[in-house]
């Protein structure tokens, strides 16, 4: 007996440390959605009207510059078309200035149909290159939009701590 449940704790950290950065569930009742934050990220509640949460990478050092993170707005729409709200999404974040899509299919996440999106833009205020990771969903007339972002240049690094953010949204 002793020796499976050693086994099964050596499974378990291999299991963790191969996927690397834990996450956190967080649940918001309100806006029925339930998301995975890393551990060790900061995160809020609402911010403005559309953002109905946010999540930022923390300094692991005084050297470090967090670029990460992810947001989850919710609008309301008359539109319940998921195909016809994307289109209409896409014409209005290609005004960005160096926007260019590097990737977008379609994806299902927990049963739920997505359009997923990899693009890249300047930011306005920095003009850093950015690379932002996008899952968009409607249900009902009500637009989730999960935007994860950072620098272009760290897009490898996160993109699958990204993907298991991602992976881990439930709406």
């Known amino acids: 007996m002793r020796k ?4 099964l704790l050596i499974s378990f950290s291999f299991f963790k440390t191969s ?3 834990e996450l956190v569930m967080i649940k918001d009742t309100i806006n029925k959605f339930q998301i995975g934050v890393p551990v060790g990220w900061k995160y809020f509640g609402p911010q403005v009207n559309s953002v109905a949460f946010q999540a ?3 300094k692991v050092d005084e050297n470090d510059k ?3 993170n ?3 707005n919710i609008m309301h729409h008359k539109e ?3 195909n016809e709200e994307y289109k209409n999404f896409i014409g209005a974040i290609s005004k960005r200035e160096g926007f260019r899509i590097i990737d977008q299919k379609d994806k299902l996440i927990n049963d739920r149909k997505y359009k997923y999106l990899i693009e890249t833009h300047k930011n306005i205020k920095s003009q850093e290159d950015m690379t932002d990771c996008i899952v968009f969903t409607d249900n009902n007339g009500e637009i989730l939009q999960l935007t994860m972002v950072t620098i272009s240049e760290n897009f490898d690094k996160y993109s699958l701590l990204f993907d298991r953010i991602a992976e881990s949204l439930k709406y």
């Open 80 to 82: 319940t078309d998921l």
């Open 66 to 68: 967090p670029r990460e």
């Open 19 to 21: 996927f690397g950065q």
């Open 4 to 7: 499976l449940i050693l086994s």
């Open 70 to 72: 992810f947001n989850i």
């Open 56 to 58: 930022i990478r923390q």
